[in-house]
């Protein structure tokens, strides 16, 4: 379970976040969606402490990690996954080398039991015969895919997804989605998920939360959303330019 509360944070004076709570249940999938620099990454960042908020609450199974010392963190943390939004891979380690880094680092394994490891983790994102590969030689598909092994190398029950599909074709954006909720479901995994990709959006999500202005501006079914009459929700989910996402930004 994740749960914010009245989250704010800004940066050099401008508010980004504002007042925003959140939650997600057990085994629920929730998908943030909403315009180019309102704060989600920054949202998904907080649920890791990665960065702290000004003020609120964020409960990781109804503790508050904001007031914990390093070592609790440390220890949440190992319940917590997170694929970044730049894949954030180490260039110059192989594919292997990336995914079983946290093994190699925090863990007893033997490197054969490490690298039996990380090739099951390849596999259950289909990038099986990578092992050896640097990430230079993946495509940009391949390399979100070993983001999300790598993220998963810990067998997390939390999964953070920072947009796991935007920029992809589409079909390789669906191969995503179909792994990502193979995996929910086979390890069964709470996750918070941003995507401004609406397919994966309504296949990802449970339920659709919509980031304006700061706070979660809109939440609800993938039905609900979908026939959300909200001007703002409805501009932004069928990506019109006309309404008033439009007028306000002044784009
Ligand atoms: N470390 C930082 N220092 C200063 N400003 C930051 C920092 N991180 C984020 N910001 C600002 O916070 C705002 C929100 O950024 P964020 O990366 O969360 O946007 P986003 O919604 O993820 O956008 P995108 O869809 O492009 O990924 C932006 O204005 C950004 O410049
Ligand atoms: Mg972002």
Redesign the pocket.
């Known amino acids: 379970m994740i749960q914010l509360n009245s989250i704010s944070k800004s940066?050099?004076k401008?508010p980004?976040l504002s007042n925003l709570s959140l939650r997600v249940e057990r085994n629920e999938a929730v998908v943030v969606c909403?315009?180019?620099?309102?704060?989600?990454?920054?949202?998904l960042k907080i649920c890791h402490r990665l960065?702290k908020p000004e003020t609120g609450t964020v409960l990781i199974d109804d503790k508050n990690i904001l007031e914990m010392t390093e070592s609790e963190l440390m220890e949440t943390r190992l319940n917590i996954g997170m694929l970044f939004?730049n894949y954030a891979l180490f260039d110059s380690m192989t594919v292997g080398q990336n995914v079983g880094f946290f093994l190699a680092n925090h863990s007893t394994l033997s490197p054969q039991e490490i690298e039996e490891t990380v090739k099951e983790n390849l596999k259950m994102v289909r990038l099986e015969g990578t092992f050896d590969l640097m990430p230079s030689e993946l495509s940009g598909g391949m390399q979100k895919r070993v983001g999300i092994a790598r993220a998963l190398i810990h067998r997390p029950r939390i999964m953070l997804y920072?947009?796991p599909t935007d920029g992809l074709d589409p079909v390789t954006a669906d191969t995503i989605v179909d792994n990502i909720i193979a995996i929910n479901q086979q390890l069964g995994i709470t996750s918070l998920i941003?995507s401004?990709d609406m397919n994966t959006v309504f296949r990802l999500g449970q339920r659709i939360a919509f980031?304006y202005d700061g706070r979660i501006h809109a939440i609800g079914s993938p039905e609900e959303i979908s026939q959300s009459q909200d001007p703002y929700v409805y501009q932004f989910i069928r990506g019109l330019g006309e309404g008033p996402l439009y007028n306000a930004n002044g784009l």
């Open positions: 940066f050099n401008k980004v909403g315009p180019g620099g309102s704060g989600k990454t920054v949202l960065i939004q920072d947009s941003i401004n980031l």
